[in-house]
C-alpha cells in the first residue's frame, strides 16, 4: 500500500509543518456482473473467373460487437456543482473548493469502473481482382467502401455519467476510412536484348522486374477541442464540454485547401452551463495518396545458386504532398471569437519521397 499525503491550502514556509491528509486517493474498480464480450463475423462472397487469369471477387463483410469494454469515472462531480455556494471556497467565494470535496462519493478522488457495456459494427463492400503471375505480370486490385461504428476505439476508452451516452460518444470509429483503394503489382519488364541483339545489352537491360503498391484512401475521422483564453469553467463540472457546432463542418473535396481543411464559421464557444452539441466526429483528416514502387535486377554469376542483385526501392516515388495532421483546437476569447489563427489549416504532412540503393551477393 502507498500514501501520498496531500496538503491543501499551505504556504511553502509550512511545509514541514503541517499535517498532510492521506485522502482522498483514485481508484478503479471492474463490474462484478459483467458479461463476456463477443464479435458477430458474417460476410458473403462471390468469385467468377472473368478471363485473363484474373478473378473476380464481390463481397459484402461485417461484424458486430456485443458487450465490448469501456470505463466511467462514476466519482465525477456533476455538471454545475461547482456553481453552487455551498462548494465555494469560505477564503475565496468566487472560486469553488477543489473537486474533491463535494464528489458523489467522499474521500475518493477519481473511481473508473471497467465495464463490458460498449457496442460496435463495421460493414463493408470488399471487391478484389487478382492475377496470378503469367506471362510477366501479376496483379491485384482491392476496392472497399465500408463503415464502422463505436462508443470508443481502445478497451479503456471512456464513456460519459451524465451525458446521454450516444449522444456524447456513439459515431464513427477514428480508424474509419469510407473508401480504400489498393493497387499491387509485379511485372518482368521486356527483355531489350529482343531488340538490340548485343551481350552488353542482354547483361545491362534485361532481367529488371518492377513491383509496387499504391493506396487511395480516405482520412479518418476527427473532433474538435475546445479551450478558452480566459480558462473559465464551463459546465461546472460533469462530462466536460465541447464545442457548438452550427452546421456542417466537412467541405467538399474541391474547397478544401491547406489553409481552410473545414468551415471554421459554424463553431461558436458554449455559454456558461452549456456542455456543448459536437458530437466525437465532425470531419475528416486528409486521405491517402501513395506510390511505392521496386525496380530490382538480378545477374546470375556462373552458379544459379550465385545471384548479384541490384535492388531500388523508392517510397512516394512521385513525391506527392501529403496532408496529415490538421489544426482542430478552437480557442475563444471572452466575447466568443475564435482566436486560434490555425485553426482549420493543415499543420503537417505524411513523408516526402525517399528512396534508397542497395547491391545484395546471394549464395
Known amino acids: ?130 492475377r496470378r503471375f503469367m506471362r510477366s505480370l501479376a496483379y491485384g486490385v482491392s476496392y472497399t467502401w465500408s463503415k464502422s461504428m463505436n462508443y470508443v476505439d481502445g478497451d479503456t476508452g471512456g464513456v460519459p455519467i451524465y451525458r446521454p451516452l450516444r449522444v456524447w460518444n456513439y459515431g464513427k470509429a477514428g480508424f474509419d476510412q469510407t473508401h480504400v483503394l489498393v493497387l499491387n503489382y509485379t511485372w518482368d519488364l521486356p527483355a531489350a536484348s529482343r531488340v538490340i541483339h548485343a551481350p552488353v545489352v542482354h547483361w545491362l537491360l534485361d532481367n529488371w522486374r518492377l513491383s509496387g503498391i499504391t493506396t487511395f484512401a480516405s482520412g479518418t475521422p476527427l473532433g474538435i477541442g475546445l479551450s478558452t483564453v480566459d480558462g473559465a469553467d464551463i459546465t461546472g463540472g460533469g462530462d466536460g464540454s465541447r464545442v457548438n457546432v452550427a452546421g456542417r463542418a466537412q467541405l467538399a473535396h474541391g474547397d478544401r485547401s491547406q489553409t481552410s481543411w473545414f468551415d471554421r464559421t459554424v463553431f461558436a464557444r458554449p455559454g456558461r452551463g452549456d456542455p456543448g452539441n459536437a458530437p466525437k466526429d465532425v470531419f475528416r483528416g486528409p486521405g491517402i495518396n501513395n506510390w511505392d514502387a521496386t525496380l530490382f535486377k538480378e545477374v546470375p554469376l556462373g552458379k544459379e545458386t550465385r545471384v548479384l542483385q541490384l535492388r531500388w526501392e523508392a517510397y512516394n516515388v512521385f513525391n506527392h504532398r501529403q496532408f496529415l495532421g490538421v489544426d482542430n483546437g478552437a480557442r475563444f476569447d471572452v466575447s466568443g471569437s475564435q482566436v486560434n489563427a490555425r485553426f482549420g489549416q493543415v499543420i503537417s504532412a505524411r513523408s516526402p519521397r525517399i528512396m534508397q540503393v542497395s547491391l545484395r551477393f546471394k549464395f
Open 1 to 130: 500500500m502507498q500514501f501520498n499525503p496531500v496538503i491543501y491550502y499551505g504556504t511553502v514556509a509550512s511545509v514541514g509543518s503541517s499535517a498532510g491528509l492521506l485522502f482522498p486517493g483514485n481508484g478503479f474498480g471492474t463490474d462484478v456482473n459483467a458479461k463476456t464480450g463477443s464479435v458477430y463475423n458474417y460476410n458473403l462472397n462471390v468469385q467468377r473467373d472473368v478471363g485473363l487469369q484474373t478473378i473476380l471477387s464481390v463481397a459484402y463483410v461485417g461484424w458486430v460487437g456485443r458487450h465490448l469494454p469501456w470505463a466511467q469515472n462514476v466519482n465525477t462531480v456533476p455538471y454545475g456543482a461547482r456553481f453552487q455556494p455551498a462548494n465555494a471556497d469560505p477564503s475565496n467565494p468566487a472560486l469553488p473548493l477543489n473537486d474533491n470535496f463535494f464528489r458523489p462519493f467522499p474521500g475518493y478522488g477519481n473511481v473508473n469502473i471497467y465495464s463490458n457495456n460498449g457496442t460496435g459494427n463495421y460493414n463493408a463492400l470488399q471487391v478484389t481482382a487478382t
